[in-house]
């Protein structure tokens, strides 16, 4: 499976702000939805931060293409390639609530995240490209750039999670997320950065 390798042109970007949880960089970025939803087209519209940045959908816009490494099947809601990359992108789901800038990290459901990294891999290691994991929620855009332990803990237990949920050849990346969220937040070295934030647990301020 190939390692996952953000793209140099995504980190330098306009994020707003960034902090370690659980052993990844989140960086975000807010908008106006109402700006943002009016845009005429997807990237305006899905990735206000990269208006006008020349990416484009690698499918039609609503079309969910499966992106396979190994056992870890995925269908994110979007593939976009820019620069010498590529965008995996999470936007559909959720209730359109609003995110506050002082609570976002509060607020942050970590399976959410690991589910966009796992669709990333998949991504990364079918297309042997650098893939940036990104999510798109009502007023905010989050981009993931997962450590090492994080990676390995992922990559290496995709068997192991598909032995789990009794699944015959491939695993999805919500089932990879479960299994290995709570290895992840037994290590010592990352559990602080973890504690109080959301996992699992509902939250409706993060999407499905």
Not at 3 to 13: F, S
Not at 61 to 71: K, N, V
Not at 123 to 131: F, I, M, N, R, Y
Not at 138 to 152: I, S, T, Y
Request: proline letters at 7%.
């Amino acid at each position: 499976m190939s390692t996952l390798q953000t793209p140099p042109t995504v980190n330098r970007l306009a994020w707003h702000d960034e902090a370690d949880v659980l052993g990844v960089r989140i960086r975000v970025h807010f908008f106006d939805p109402a700006e943002a939803d009016a845009a005429p087209d997807f990237v305006g519209r899905q990735l206000p931060i990269l208006a006008g940045s020349g990416a484009r959908l690698l499918a039609p816009e609503g079309l969910r293409q499966p992106y396979r490494a190994g056992a870890l099947l995925a269908q994110p809601d979007a593939v976009l390639a820019h620069g010498d990359g590529l965008l995996c992108l999470a936007y559909k789901g959720g209730d359109g609530r609003l995110v506050q800038r002082t609570l976002w990290q509060a607020r942050w459901r970590v399976d959410v995240m690991l589910q966009c990294i796992a669709s990333a891999m998949a991504v990364a290691g079918q297309t042997q490209k650098p893939t940036a994991a990104l999510w798109r929620g009502a007023n905010l855009l989050a981009q993931f750039d997962p450590g090492v332990a994080v990676l390995e803990c992922l990559a290496t237990n995709v068997g192991a999670a598909r032995h789990y949920w009794r699944e015959p050849q491939v695993v999805s990346p919500a089932q990879l997320a479960a299994f290995c969220e709570p290895q992840l937040r037994s290590l010592p070295g990352l559990a602080a950065s973890a504690a109080g934030i959301g996992s699992t647990d509902r939250d409706d301020s993060v999407p499905d």
